[in-house]
């Protein structure tokens, strides 16, 4: 159905009752009729009559979207369960998306829905749903403290990254790699041949070899810091603030009997002191430090790498008002997590002293990596909720679900940056190449 359908379609016979003065109230903010059929937790329904279906399961769902109009209001109704969309919820965002665009439908905040949608509130009020802000949901992070001090970071990464090792076990490829994969054969490529493939580019740009000591920043799972000293040789070191995330990596270390050549450190960015290094990476981490911090993250990258040493920055990038994903991304996955576009993130690289070699956008790939770890989740749903909960796991749905799709559309990317300290021998070619 087209969006000039709509408006033509033929409302469903149930249209009275609560749904219908849901839909009667939003047409002056949606300048038309609903774009999807919606039913309210009376059985009432209005909307298209072919339309996706979205139910509103309790006055609870109203009140959330009441309190927090928008993405952040839907978000906590889903993730509970108090809102619920029949099919395919990629399909309904992508279709509330287009005709919030095509309507030029403008943000509704809290403080204007009493100006805006008298009938709405009212309608509230009747129905018990016009009550106090109801308890964020459990899955919701609760992050205190200054902008990133050290024990905020620490929370805000915890909040993520320690969910559950057993989780990211089912969900990641046996590598336990947690960011884009490369997909050197296309998308029909299998997921751990694609991330092996990344971990191999990784290494071979910045010029691993036997004995190279090798900085890994940001380490995740291991998935780099094991990669390069298995199949390059590397004396590496890698750093995480992630308890959870190093007591994995060390039972790995341990099972490859790789105690000689793997360290790995519970220890912030900002705390590294064991440099130079022959080569730095740090993968998908830059996006965490913050705007403030990020001249002192690269300020680590740069006197973490000896003279003429490369390191490689793989980084999301994002343009627009939500630097940190949008307020479902900022409260549920990745708190005060910090993007840019990839230009202003190459000054501030440039302006810490690195000469930039190379920019490789690999935002296709990400979409392909998402959509493996999504197929994963629903193909396996209830050992997914037994890991985590079915809130948790309608997060985790929500969340890959939004993020192909702002990859997909260019909303978001993600770009490997290849750096080089000035110094040390004259370049001849960059060891990739």
């Known amino acids: 159905m087209t969006l000039t359908d709509q408006g033509t379609t033929t409302p469903t016979a149930r249209s009275a009752g609560i749904a219908g003065r849901i839909e009667a109230a939003l047409r002056p903010l949606i300048a038309g009729p609903l774009p999807v059929r919606l039913r309210a937790w009376d059985g009432s329904e209005a909307g298209p009559a072919d339309g996706t279906l979205v139910e509103l399961r309790t006055p ?17 109704a889903y993730v509970t ?4 969309v029949e099919g395919d919820i990629g399909d309904a965002l992508d279709l509330v998306r287009e005709t919030v665009a095509a309507r ?13 949608l008298p009938d709405l509130v009212r309608l509230a009020r009747d129905t018990g749903a016009l009550a106090r802000p109801p308890a964020p949901p459990a899955t919701q992070a609760v992050i205190k403290g200054r902008l990133h001090s050290l024990a905020r970071d620490r929370a805000s990464i915890s909040h993520h990254y320690d969910l559950s090792n057993d989780f990211y076990q089912f969900l990641l490829d046996p590598h336990m790699a947690y960011s884009s994969a490369f997909f050197v054969d296309g998308p029909d490529m299998p997921l751990e041949a694609a991330q092996a493939a990344k971990l191999d580019l990784v290494c071979r740009k910045v010029g691993l070899t036997e004995g190279t000591r090798f900085l890994d920043i940001g380490c995740g799972w291991g998935s780099l810091s094991l990669y390069a000293a298995e199949h390059f040789g590397a004396q590496v070191t890698g750093v995480t603030i992630a308890a959870e995330q190093k ?5 790995r270390i341990r099972e490859r009997g790789l105690e000689d050549r793997v360290q790995i450190q519970l220890r912030d960015y900002r705390e590294i002191d064991s440099g130079p290094y022959d080569a730095v990476a740090s993968l998908e981490m830059g996006e965490h430090v913050g705007e403030k911090n990020y001249a002192t993250y690269a300020s ?5 790498v000896k003279p003429g040493g490369y390191v490689l920055v793989q980084q999301m990038s994002r343009r627009g008002v939500h630097p940190g994903g949008g307020p479902f991304i900022e409260q549920f996955i990745a708190p005060d997590m910090t993007m840019r576009p990839v230009g202003e993130t190459l000054n501030y690289l440039q302006d810490a002293g690195f000469e930039v070699r190379g920019v490789h956008a690999l935002r296709e ?15 396996n749903w209830d050992r997914a909720v037994e890991l985590i909960g079915e809130e948790g796991a309608r997060v985790w749905r929500l969340y890959l679900v939004g993020g192909s799709q702002a990859f997909r559309d260019n909303r978001m990317g993600v770009d490997q940056l ?11 070619s960059d060891p990739a190449r």
């Open 365 to 379: 790939h990400y979409v392909w990596t998402v959509d493996a770890w999504h197929r994963t989740l629903e193909e």
């Open 60 to 76: 609870q769902a109203l009140t959330r979207l009441l309190w927090h109009p928008g993405e952040l209001g839907a978000a906590q």
């Open 81 to 84: 369960g108090e809102l619920e």
């Open 300 to 304: 680590v990258l740069h006197r973490s």
């Open 418 to 428: 290849l750096l080089r300290r000035p110094g040390g021998p004259p370049v001849v």
């Open 247 to 251: 007591a994995f990596i060390d039972a």
């Open 104 to 116: 030029d439908i403008p943000p509704l905040t809290a403080a204007r829905v009493g100006r805006l």
